[in-house]
């Protein structure tokens, strides 16, 4: 039973739960109620914004009653625990990817959703994105894959001492960037073998990393080879956002916001649009599914299966072998 208006609250003050807050209160169906975080000021900034009230914490907004939905925009290594209390106070939950940093704890709760019949959805805005839209588009004119590559890298001179630069909160750096391997898991299917290689760049005497790299082979269950590579921090010297896919019938390349696509027949510019406003349209069809039950664009299985993925890279990393899922 939902109440009307829905009542949402929110957990972070960052750049997601500001997107998020904005396309709540655009909605009538939605009345945006509570919003906790860590830090007391950037809370009091966001409730002057947005006219909200603050509870002491997290704990007191997932257990709260005048709360229908829980949208989780907070440090990755909170997800898993946010999301089960949470659900154990009966609230659907919203939460941003990774669901948590062990596949077995995001099955647990997924399982615990489905028992309280409750609604779990994990944010994957790389399905929605242009770049990945116009990727399956020109997929059947590739013909059959034989290899896809996915470069992503970020330039950080001075890394800041926040969650997102601690290996405790930010997480092994292929499921804190779950988006890489679950681009790949949707566009290519099941995943038969994983190599995987990282390396941390520490801050002196701390939790904090400097910089941290990785780069995973995937070996699919109809053949085909990816490769992903990750990085970001002070040893990297540019931005690089590249993808390649590699068809017996023709090749597709992106870099940045720009792509080409490569046939016997045919040579291709293709311009990608600006990455805007997919919160948006995220918090949209999350509203829209739980009044009218209009279908996702993702299911939390399909998260938890690109987490298995990134989970089976970071044992591969460990142990220097091949890991078999």
């Not at 099955?107 to 994990?122: C, M, P, S, T």
């Not at 053949?223 to 896919?245: C, D, L, P, R, T």
């Amino acid at each position: 039973m939902l109440s009307h208006p829905l009542k949402v609250a929110l957990i972070g003050t960052g750049f997601v739960a500001k997107r998020r807050a904005e396309a709540l209160q655009s909605d009538s169906r939605v009345q945006l109620t509570f919003v906790s975080g860590h830090t007391s000021a950037h809370v009091a900034d966001f409730c002057q914004k947005f006219g909200l009230s603050s509870l002491n914490n997290w704990q007191e907004l997932v257990t709260h009653p005048d709360v229908d939905l829980v949208m989780i925009c907070s440090i990755n290594s909170e997800h898993g625990l946010m999301t089960r209390l949470a659900l154990e106070s009966g609230k659907h939950v919203v939460v941003e990817y990774p669901l948590a940093l062990t596949a077995q704890e995001g099955q647990e709760l997924i399982e615990l959703a489905q028992q309280k019949n409750l609604f779990l959805h994990v944010e994957h805005l790389e399905i929605l994105g242009e770049l990945h839209q116009v990727i399956k588009q020109h997929l059947p004119e590739l013909g059959k894959v034989f290899y896809a590559k996915y470069t992503t890298s970020y330039k950080i001179e001075d890394p800041p001492l926040r969650w997102n630069f601690n290996k405790k909160q930010f997480g092994f750096p292929l499921i804190s960037a779950l988006s890489r391997i679950h681009r790949f898991t949707d566009l290519f299917g099941k995943v038969t073998k994983v190599n995987c290689q990282f390396q941390w760049w520490d801050q002196e005497n701390s939790d904090y990393f400097k910089a941290c790299f990785a780069h995973a082979q995937l070996t699919f269950k109809n053949g085909m080879i990816g490769e992903i590579v990750y990085g970001k921090g002070a040893v990297f010297y540019q931005h690089q956002n590249e993808f390649e896919v590699y068809g017996e019938q023709g090749n597709l390349r992106f870099k940045g916001d720009q792509g080409q696509l490569l046939t016997k027949t045919q040579e291709k510019t293709i311009q990608l649009g600006l990455r805007r406003g997919l919160f948006a349209k995220d918090t949209q069809m999350v509203i829209d599914h739980l009044w009218q039950e209009t279908p996702l664009y993702v299911t939390p299985s399909a998260s938890l299966y690109a987490l298995e993925v990134a989970e089976a890279a970071r044992k591969s990393a460990e142990s220097g072998h091949n890991y078999k899922l």
